[in-house]
């Protein structure tokens, strides 16, 4: 699991803050300091972040980024 952010993302931490809450640990990735990472971001035609990589599946609504965290937390 990898979330892509950035470092002024309100939605970005709410991410985090649930992921930490699950106790889940995931790479994140600030796409402004990687430049293949945010390649690929766009590439997969998401403009803004969030985005969260979950079995090789690029997911960018922040509330279906959440339901997978629920449903990896159980």
């Not at 640990?25 to 035609?45: F, M, R, S």
């Amino acid at each position: 699991m990898k979330l892509y952010t950035k470092t002024i993302c309100p939605k970005c931490m709410w991410v985090k803050s649930e992921l930490q809450r699950a106790g889940l640990q995931v790479d994140v990735v600030n796409i402004e300091h990687d430049e293949q990472a945010k390649q690929k971001v766009l590439d997969a035609g998401f403009l803004s972040v969030p985005v969260f990589e979950f079995e090789g599946q690029l997911i960018g609504d922040v509330n279906e980024i959440i339901s997978k965290i629920e449903l990896v937390a159980q």
